[in-house]
């Protein structure tokens, strides 16, 4: 059922990008269905029922793409089938092989079912995982484990993240494979009450890179604000804290700690005001005159991007970069969210255009960015523990 503005469905409009595309951008987890089509990239295949479908990548100036002519591949459901598509993870097998991974729990054997679909053998293999016992966990089987996301690290080492419970690893691509557990941080004094309740998604986010995961969570203070407009959203006072966990420890490493009233703004903000209009005081962004959730983290960079929505209809908003290591404001971009209403997962990073800026076809991908949001930062491009 669609709930928001039909304006949403709409596929935006295309802005100016630059010759390159950057090394990293936040991909909506929504496309839109349109006839616009790039004759030199689009992808094209059949749908289980026969029917020709293509897929586009759109930007405002094409960047280059490789060589090889893109293309779909349809891939059957595993038995048991898949209802979870957060449940699924994938791997690179060399330059043009992959393996598509889901972890489904067995509930007759209080096991987990690793499925894995082979690019080069067009199959799905699946073997039943107990999961190993840890210092953190003497009754695996006791464990409620409801995975939101999946994350990569070294090799071929999937993590499936329950944000409040913890993150099962496994090597997939392993003759003889593991299912290894990591608990979650405890959560921060006001989320206590949270836990295992409601999206975690508003107050936490989690990245995995090489041997590293990396944690952000958001503790809000409510406060008990009257207003008129029930649908609209308060602007709330928080704090934010990082933590990290190597795949060689034991324990999660502290990182970053930050008030919202310990951040300032870029001075690139200063007088800008077409951005963030209703945002602004004396012609400056103002943190605390927006709502914002859902803290994302990036592998590239030490910022936290945040989800700024004014009514709980809205699917459009903006993405509010926040730098950890300058405690600033450090760039905004406006974002259509399709039929996402609310604070809902729109976006995730992907490192998927950092493949297209080498000579080849042209691809088309939309964006629209402001001081740099989607773009590499040279200064720092990779996470801090």
């Known amino acids: 059922m669609f709930i928001g503005d039909a304006k949403s469905l709409v596929a935006p409009e295309l802005p100016e990008m630059g010759p ?19 004759a030199a990239t689009v992808a094209c295949s059949n749908t289980s029922d026969g029917h020709p479908i293509h897929v586009s990548l759109f930007a405002a100036t094409p960047p280059a793409a490789g060589p090889k002519t893109p293309s779909l591949i349809r891939i059957a459901n595993p038995d048991p089938c898949i209802s979870n598509f957060a ?14 991974a889901a972890l489904i729990r067995d509930y007759m054997t209080d096991m987990y079912m690793l499925s894995v679909f082979y ?26 484990f409801f995975p939101s996301k999946v994350i990569p690290l070294e090799g071929s080492l999937l993590g499936w993240v329950d944000l409040w419970r913890g993150i099962l690893l496994c090597n997939i691509l392993s003759d003889n494979p ?17 836990k295992g309740e409601g999206d975690p998604t508003c107050y936490r986010g989690v990245i995995g890179c090489g041997d590293l995961i990396k944690v952000v969570e958001v503790d809000y203070e409510y406060n008990d604000t009257e207003v008129a407009d029930t649908s609209s959203y308060i602007p709330e006072e928080w704090t934010l804290v990082t933590l990290t966990w190597r795949l060689d420890s034991r324990e999660w490493k502290r990182g970053h ?30 943190l605390k005159k927006m709502p914002l959730g859902l803290p994302t983290l990036c592998e590239w960079n030490n910022m936290v991007y945040f989800m700024c929505k004014v009514n709980r209809k809205d699917c459009n908003g903006w993405v509010v970069a926040v730098d950890m290591n300058s405690n600033k404001l450090q760039a ?12 809902l ?41």
Not at 21 to 34: G, N
Not at 180 to 192: A, V
Not at 257 to 285: A, K, M, W
């Open 20 to 38: 390159r595309y950057p090394e990293w951008i936040f991909l909506s987890t929504r496309a839109y269905i349109s006839d616009r089509v790039n």
């Open 87 to 100: 449940n699924i993870g994938i791997v690179c097998c060399g330059a043009d092989h992959f393996a598509v």
């Open 119 to 144: 690019s080069k053998t067009g199959v799905w293999e699946t073997r039943l995982l107990p999961l190993e016992p840890s210092e953190s966990l003497c009754h695996p089987a006791a464990l409620c």
């Open 178 to 194: 593991k299912l290894h557990y990591i608990p979650m941080p405890k959560p921060m004094p006001g989320n206590e009450a949270l």
């Open 257 to 286: 700690e930050v008030n919202i009233g310990d951040i300032t703004v870029s001075q690139d903000f200063y007088g800008h005001t077409d951005v963030l209009p209703r945002f602004c005081e004396n012609g400056t962004p103002s």
């Open 332 to 343: 905004v971009s406006s974002f259509c969210g399709a039929t996402l209403p609310g604070f």
């Open 345 to 385: 997962t729109a976006y995730y990073p992907s490192l998927f255009t950092k493949y297209l800026n080498n000579s080849g076809l042209e691809i088309e991908l939309n964006a629209q960015t402001f001081d740099g949001l989607a773009s590499t930062d040279t200064e720092d491009s990779s996470i801090d523990d």
